[in-house]
T-cell receptor
Framework: AQSVTQPDIHITVSEGASLELRCNYS??????LFWYVQSPGQGLQLLLK??????LVQGIKGFEAEFKRSQSSFNLRKPSVHWSDAAEYFC???????????FGKGTHLIIQP | DAGVIQSPRHEVTEMGQEVTLRCKPI?????LFWYRQTMMRGLELLIY????????DSGMPEDRFSAKMPNASFSTLKIQPSEPRDSAVYFC???????????FGQGTRLTVV
């Protein structure tokens, strides 16, 4: 079964600075990869997804992610963060199969003034 | 579409009582998932349905948990009897197919005292 690793439990970034959240997947074949964001007390909202094609995908709220097969990574980036980006971020993989989504443990993003 | 609708949003119950969580998926979606979120274990897939049929319930913690999907527009997750360690946020999600992006409800925060 696929597994997803988010190595950073917490990340603190200054408002206006760039952001990169790391995600590594384990599934060997074509992964279907996703990034979700969860604000306190809310459900998960899809930011972006990668199935195939261009390895740099654009999402909502100014986020992008790059799929790198050689590194088994799908890191999320944003050039300039806003205080409203403070939230929990989850990477997920469906493995292209029939197992549903497997989520990483999440990265808690803190924005400091 | 109103999205995935879960009820209740909050539930406080005494240990030993039966708890039923409800979910209405997005119309036209063929797959439905139940997840549990805790600080310790993150997001765990409990069970998922495809075309109203349970496909994988290996994530259901024990026999006290059961889930049903009597039709395409309704699912329940039942805990009987409930225990304090069942306290968590339970999310329902639906997707067009099992390996595409899932759309999450707002969750039910369950507290068992």
């Amino acid at each position: 079964a696929q597994s997803v690793t988010q190595p950073d439990i917490h990340i603190t970034v200054s408002e206006g600075a760039s952001l990169e959240l790391r995600c590594n997947y384990s599934y060997g074949a074509t992964p279907y990869l996703f990034w979700y964001v969860q604000s306190p007390g809310q459900g998960l909202q899809l930011l972006l997804k990668y199935f195939s094609g261009d390895t740099l995908v654009q999402g909502i709220k100014g986020f992008e992610a790059e799929f790198k097969r050689s590194q088994s990574s799908f890191n999320l980036r944003k050039p300039s963060v806003h205080w409203s980006d403070a939230a929990e971020y989850f990477c997920a993989d469906s493995g292209g199969g029939a197992d549903g989504l497997t989520f990483g443990k999440g990265t808690h993003l803190i924005i400091q003034p | 579409d109103a999205g995935v609708i879960q009820s209740p949003r909050h539930e406080v119950t005494e240990m030993g009582q039966e708890v039923t969580l409800r979910c209405k998926p997005i119309s036209g979606h063929n797959s439905l998932f139940w997840y549990r979120q805790t600080m310790m274990r993150g997001l765990e897939l409990l069970i998922y349905f495809n075309n109203n049929v349970p496909i994988d319930d290996s994530g259901m913690p024990e026999d006290r948990f059961s889930a049903k999907m009597p039709n395409a527009s309704f699912s329940t997750l039942k805990i009987q009897p409930s225990e304090p360690r069942d306290s968590a946020v339970y999310f329902c999600a639906s997707s067009p197919t099992v390996n595409t992006e899932a759309f999450f409800g707002q969750g039910t925060r369950l507290t068992v005292v």
